[in-house]
């Protein structure tokens, strides 16, 4: 019985529907799953099968995004019951993204949050044209694993560097994974600058995230 | 996007005025002029019917209405069916399709990559590649094979496409004995004479030797096929500067002149006898003087041509997305492109010479056909054109992202792709790094890799056995007899 609510879930996931998925979450809890089960078993293993699906080449990135949308409203439901049970997400990983200083193009930066959110990172946005000062200070403030930094003008790409700088000249260079990404970025300008990692699209930052963040532990 | 029906007819050169007066000059070249006929039985013909004909020069002189009135005669559209229906193709208006042709002579071997005689094989694989190919409508024979009987070539072909495609065919017959096999095959199929009328399963074209002038086996075929009242396509290829005059509205005038005189001849025979109009002129290049298959005025006539054929309400046999390249690089890419996006938008219904060219049409290329095949999707799309309703104006979807949102996580976006975006399967649209890490493959590497892969595992479906045994049959008696040596 349990096992077939999971199931349904995660084929509403697949199937992109919403309501579908949260209402398959609500039954699951009344039918007295553990809370991590239906996030672990029933939303993620939808929302897994979506992304090799567009792994594949054979789903559209909006199917990816759509399906992490759904993910993220059925998390909504199952969260609450997460709380009062007093248990914490397998994922511990905190991180803080933002567009850098002089740009705000976040498209991109969306994209990556909203996945990271559906593979169940805590993510704080930051939003465009931050300065590194602040978005050092913001990432202190959360205990952040990682801070992702976006750009998707050439003019802005050396603010990343500063932020790096900033770090090291406050001596609190090693307290951070720090990741980046956008259009005129390369791993060879990643490694220039030194960080510690870079995103080419989406679904890879994320699983950049996780390899840092095991590495971490 | 319906690849079953795409319209064109958006561009057009001509005004309706300069179409008349494209179609006066025509007739005045006809009835001053005159075309010549290396064939008695049609001079008999045409002086019985009215025409002035000298029979010492062959040369025939129409007067206007001997033309007009077989001009009228005509169908307005081309049934074609496929052996599988749904490849069914009706010429008419502007409706487009796309498909090979011109019998190239070499081919550059898809293992060696080297350019070698075409044979047999190529005659069997060109049409199974063809039939996988989703932006190409019909097959026409492409490749002479240099390893059968060369009386006969065109005949095996036939039957190598037959066989090898679904799609709806077409042949350039070397003679008339063939062209009558060909019809033969095509009449098994369809079950008697009297059905193939009705479901022509292969349609051959003839063609007039610019400038001016019909020679006997192609006027010996109209003949016999006008006899059995089958469809042909009729028309003429000058080329501007040798065979034609340099000048666009000079060479289509020839054109015109030429097509007219061999369809007054079908006509008159058979009247109501169905006829394409065809079109396959280009210039010749005033450096080599050597056959520019790859030109842009190519397209410019060709568009023009489709404008004449309607005007004469006839669907029509058009060219493009051709090139002069010795192999698939750059020039082939722009010169296909310019000419097929060109034609297909004019309106051009059975679009031949379309994909696979490559040496002014001289050989044939494997992997071209699969560039050129996405080269059609992009005409595809673009002849899909632009949708203007409710749901594609989006004001909902806008209101619903709204200012700094975006629309790739809406419904909206995922249901609209498959109508509004063409989707590329050899361009590469991925990041540098994805590239290189998949070996930095060029268009051409992608292209060959995906024709091995259709060559590897697409089989259409086989010719019922009787009909095959029966084809056989035609092949065996045609070597037996006037296939001989």
Known sequence: MSSQILEKLSHAIIGLNMEEAQKQCKEALAAGIAPLDIINIGIRSGLNAVGEKFQRGEAFLPELMIAAKVTEAAVAVVEPELVKGGTKTTTSAHVVIATVQGDIHDIGKNIVILLMKSAGFVVYDLGVDQPAESIVLKAKEFEADVIGLSAVLTTTMSKMKELIDTLIEEGIREQFKVIIGGAPITQEFADAIGADGYGPDAARAVHLVKKLVEKRS | ?485
């Open chain 2, 1 to 485: 996007m319906d690849i079953w029906n795409l319209r064109g007819g958006k561009l057009k050169f001509l005004t309706d005025q300069q179409v008349r007066e494209i179609h006066f000059a025509a007739l005045d070249v006809l009835q001053r002029v005159g075309c010549f006929f290396e064939h008695e039985e049609a001079l008999k013909i045409f002086e019985e019917a009215g025409a002035r004909v000298d029979q010492g020069k062959k040369i025939v002189r129409f007067p206007h209405g001997l033309v007009e009135q077989g001009i009228r005669q005509t169908p307005d559209r081309i049934y074609l069916p496929a052996r599988n229906p749904k490849h069914d193709i009706y010429a008419e208006e502007d409706r487009v399709y796309f498909g090979p042709g011109t019998l190239s002579v070499k081919v550059i071997d898809l293992e060696t990559r080297q350019c070698r005689l075409g044979t047999m094989r190529d005659a069997q694989d060109f049409p199974r590649l063809i039939d996988a190919l989703e932006y190409l409508h019909f097959y026409k024979g492409m490749i002479h094979p240099s390893d059968v009987n060369q009386k006969l070539a065109d005949l095996y072909m036939a039957y190598g496409a037959f066989c090898m495609t679904e799609k709806q065919i077409s042949n350039t017959p070397y003679s008339t004995e063939t062209a009558l096999d060909m019809i033969r095959m095509g009449e098994i199929l369809a079950g008697g004479m009297d059905e193939f009328r009705l479901k022509p399963y292969i349609i051959l074209n003839m063609l007039a030797v610019s400038p001016l002038q019909w020679g006997y086996t192609n006027v010996n075929t109209i003949i016999e096929l006008a006899r059995l009242r089958v469809p042909m396509i009729i028309g003429s290829e000058p080329q501007n500067g040798t065979t034609g005059p340099a000048t666009l509205a000079g060479a289509l005038v020839l054109n015109t002149a030429e097509t007219l005189a061999g369809i007054t001849l079908a006509q008159l025979i058979s009247p109501g006898v169905p006829v394409m109009w065809g079109n396959i002129g280009s210039l010749s290049d005033m450096k080599t003087g050597l056959f520019a298959a790859g030109a842009v005025e190519l397209g410019m006539m060709n568009v023009a041509a489709s404008q004449i054929a309607k005007f004469y309400r006839l669907p029509i046999y058009a060219t493009g997305g051709m090139s002069d390249s010795k192999t698939s690089d750059c020039q082939a890419g722009y010169e296909k492109a310019l000419q097929a996006l060109m034609i297909a938008l004019g309106g051009g219904n059975y679009i031949h010479d379309a994909a696979g060219l490559l040496e002014s049409c001289l050989t044939s290329s494997y992997e071209q056909y699969v560039i050129d095949n996405e080269i059609l999707g992009m005409v595809t799309r673009v002849l899909s054109g632009i949708e203007v309703s409710k749901e594609t104006l989006a004001v909902d979807v806008i209101e619903k992202v709204g200012p700094r949102g975006n629309f790739l996580g809406e419904m909206h976006t995922l249901q609209s792709i498959p109508r509004e975006h063409f989707i590329p399967e050899i361009s590469n649209r991925q990041i540098r790094e994805d590239w290189e890490r998949d070996g930095s493959k060029t268009t051409m590497e992608v292209a060959r890799e995906k024709a091995r892969e259709i060559l590897r595992t697409h089989h259409p479906t086989p010719l019922p056995e009787d009909v095959d045994r029966e084809f056989q049959l035609i092949l065996k008696k045609a070597e037996e007899g006037y296939g001989r040596a």
